[in-house]
């Protein structure tokens, strides 16, 4: 599965708290509690649902090519805990 | 020394570890 060639977006279940170092996210259904530890990470999260893919959305949002791993990695552990989720093809924004 | 040989980019080596951590909620009782 390449999820940077996916559509995203957050959980209609999560809630984005900005925090100094980032964001704190927390999930209301299965109360989850991630820290988000970048503001450039809160930014992806956020606009993952405006954009076709992962990889568009990192571009967008300043990501350098060489943090992209880093970056997929870590919504690969937020997709994990459902803190986001994979968007139908039809349900684009 | 070249400064070239030894640069790093501390970015590019940006890991997972750097940008999320899960925490158990029952170890926030009292903070949020």
């Known amino acids: ?93 | 020394m070249n400064p070239e040989d030894t640069a790093t980019d501390p970015e590019a080596a940006l890991t997972a570890e750097d940008l999320i951590e899960e925490v158990s909620i029952d170890g926030m009782c009292g903070v949020y």
Request: hydrophobic share 50%; net charge positive.
């Open chain 1, 1 to 93: 599965m390449d999820l940077l060639a996916q559509p995203w977006s957050l959980s209609p279940s999560v809630a984005l708290r900005p925090e100094p170092f980032g964001a704190l996210a927390y999930h209301f259904g299965n109360r989850r509690l991630t820290f988000l530890k970048r503001p450039e990470l809160v930014a992806v999260v956020r606009a993952l649902g405006e954009h076709p893919t992962v990889a568009s959305a990192l571009v967008a949002c300043h990501i350098p090519a060489a943090q992209h791993a880093a970056y997929a990695e870590a919504l690969t552990g937020l997709a994990r805990t459902d803190m986001i989720r994979p968007r139908s093809q039809g349900a684009a924004a």
